[in-house]
């Protein structure tokens, strides 16, 4: 069973720039997670799509941050303009539902550095 | 709001000594907890997770964990330290509110020296 795929793998931007990440989940999982990992901390979630629709996006910067998943598959997050303190891992995961217990998978990450 | 604590930076142990990395949560509601761990530049591979039942909970790669309700922890353990062992371990907690958000711990780096 193929992973939860992630590209690019790395990205340096000057700040002020826009940057776009992208994601593509394991076959048939219908929930999509964005989670943003600054060095020395834990995962914190971005957004959350169940399907098409987004069911959390709560700690989403929105000024700054959008994010998209057409056809309920691949997904992007885009950051717009970039600043220092976004410089951070960017995961994304996956979930065959948002039931309470399935496990999550993860990708490899996006590093982005912000310059 | 659920969360946890792994007051533990760093856990230095000898390759075949027994290992503990502590977690403890505070939640609302039944805890329902899990752990991870993250290799250098890779994503995070799920380890084991309790729902309910058993109190010792067993998961990859040798691990298992021991949740205690009266301490609110949910302790990740090996008997038998590998080399190989050596990463990041983050404890999480399924928030209640809609969907499966996870609320992860800020990660323990354990270190198996031969």
């Known amino acids: 069973e193929a992973g939860v795929a992630q590209s690019p793998r790395y990205k340096i931007i000057e700040k002020r720039q826009s940057v776009a990440f992208w994601c593509n989940p394991i076959?048939?999982?219908?929930?999509l997670y964005w989670y943003q990992q600054i060095l020395g901390q834990g995962p914190k979630l971005l957004i959350q799509?169940?399907?098409?629709?987004?069911?959390?996006d709560s700690q989403l910067p929105k000024d700054r941050f959008s994010a998209e998943r057409l056809k309920g598959v691949d997904s992007t997050l885009k950051i717009q303009p970039a600043k220092l303190e976004d410089s951070a891992v960017y995961l994304c995961?996956?979930?065959?539902?948002?039931?309470?217990?399935?496990?999550?998978?993860f990708g490899p990450g996006t590093r982005l550095t912000v310059l | 709001a659920q969360s946890v604590a792994q007051p533990e930076d760093q856990v230095n142990v000898a390759e075949g000594n027994p290992l503990t990395v502590k977690c403890t949560y505070s939640?609302?509601?039944?805890?329902?907890l899990f752990w991870y761990v993250q290799y250098p530049n890779r994503g995070l591979q799920f380890l084991l997770k309790?729902?309910?039942?058993?109190?010792l909970v067993k998961g990859s790669y040798g691990f298992e964990a021991e949740f205690n309700k009266s301490q609110t922890s949910f302790h990740l353990k090996k008997p038998s330290a590998l080399v190989s062992d050596s990463a990041l371990y983050f404890c999480?907690?399924?928030?209640?509110?809609?969907?499966?958000?996870?609320?992860f711990g800020a990660g323990t780096i354990l270190r198996v020296k031969s």
């Open positions: 939640v609302s509601g039944n805890p329902y």
């Open positions: 995961a996956s979930s065959f539902d948002s039931g309470s217990f399935n496990e999550q998978f």
């Open positions: 999480a907690v399924r928030d209640g509110g809609s969907g499966n958000k996870l609320v």
């Open positions: 076959s048939g999982h219908a929930t």
């Open positions: 309790y729902i309910t039942g058993d109190n």
């Open positions: 799509f169940q399907n098409n629709g987004v069911v959390d």
